[in-house]
């Protein structure tokens, strides 16, 4: 009757699986697949289920503080965190982002504010782990 699926579905571009309204205020982790759609606020990090097709995007009048990981991000909204994408990065024209962006394309209109650097993935993983910077500084006294 009911089909299971083991293999991820690909997902649509602006499909919506799950809306968080403007009326909601969510503080803690929230872990997701399929398109996520924010108007309201959430305090906590957003995370991807690995494996999972998913994007999220931050309506105009949403925002979020804290960590973003997932495939597709949009953004129209605030932001307060540092981005992870693995696949695409969207800032629209009132979006606003305080933190670091590690993207693997990026797409920015104008009018969008970024207050932190873009950090593209491929010169990301050239760099070594501050830890081993650390580590070598020390090493060296």
């Known amino acids: 009757m ?3 699926n083991s293999k991820p579905t690909q997902l649509r571009e602006g499909q919506v699986d799950t809306m968080i309204g403007p009326q909601v205020v969510i503080r803690g982790d929230l872990h997701f697949s ?3 759609y924010i108007e309201g606020r959430i305090v906590g990090k957003l995370l991807a289920l690995d494996g999972q097709p998913a994007s999220l995007t931050l309506a105009e009048n949403g925002s ?3 960590e973003v990981r997932a495939p597709v991000v949009i953004i129209n909204g605030e932001l307060t ?3 992870y994408s ?3 990065v969207e800032l629209a024209a009132k979006a606003r982002v305080q933190g670091n962006v590690h993207y693997r394309v990026v797409e920015m ?3 969008s504010q970024l207050t932190g650097r873009l950090i593209h993935a491929e010169s990301a993983a050239a760099l070594p782990a501050p830890e ?3 580590t070598a500084d ?3 006294d």
Do not use: H, Y
Request: proline content about 0%; charged content about 20%.
């Open 86 to 88: 693995s696949e695409r």
């Open 109 to 111: 209109t104008a009018g």
């Open 132 to 134: 081993a910077l650390i």
């Open 34 to 36: 399929g398109g996520l």
């Open 2 to 4: 009911f089909k299971t």
């Open 81 to 83: 965190g540092d981005v």
């Open 64 to 66: 979020i503080e804290g």
């Open 138 to 140: 020390a090493l060296m």
